[in-house]
Nanobody, 125 residues
Framework: QVQLVEAGGGSVQTGGSLRLSCLAS????????MGWFRQVPGKEREFVGV????????LYADSVKGRFTISREHANNTVYLQMNDLKPEDTAVYYC??????????????????WGQGTQVTVSS
């Protein structure tokens, strides 16, 4: 059974940093691309970024490029989202997701097979 469990959300002021983590259980972590999405009430889930199964490639949304970094540790079955220079518009529930597709890396939500429960990030001005 595959489970993705996010942690690390919270409240921070504009310009601050947070690091989210996602622990993956089950058989997928070594072969699946891992991504992050976010969603605010009343809006569609938005792609944030994705990292390939081996960590060699990443893809980011333009809105977070240069501020957010995704990394993964196979020894710990964990993927991270380091978020720097946070802005109020980054406020959302952040979801970890896993996709069997790494070539090419996908940004569509329907390319991801497994999802975590989400963690809230709130950035105040």
């Amino acid at each position: 059974q595959v489970q993705l469990v996010e942690a690390g959300g919270g409240s921070v002021q504009t310009g601050g940093s947070l690091r989210l983590s996602c622990l993956a259980s089950g058989h997928i972590f070594s072969t699946y691309a891992m991504g992050w999405f976010r969603q605010v009430p009343g809006k569609e889930r938005e792609f944030v970024g994705v990292i390939s199964w081996n960590g060699g490639n990443t893809l980011y949304a333009d809105s977070v490029k240069g501020r957010f970094t995704i990394s993964r540790e196979h020894a710990n079955n964990t993927v991270y989202l380091q978020m720097n220079d946070l802005k109020p518009e980054d406020t959302a529930v952040y979801y970890c997701a896993a996709s069997p597709f790494s070539r090419p890396l996908g940004s569509r939500a329907d390319a991801f097979s497994y999802w975590g429960q989400g963690t809230q990030v709130t950035v105040s001005s």
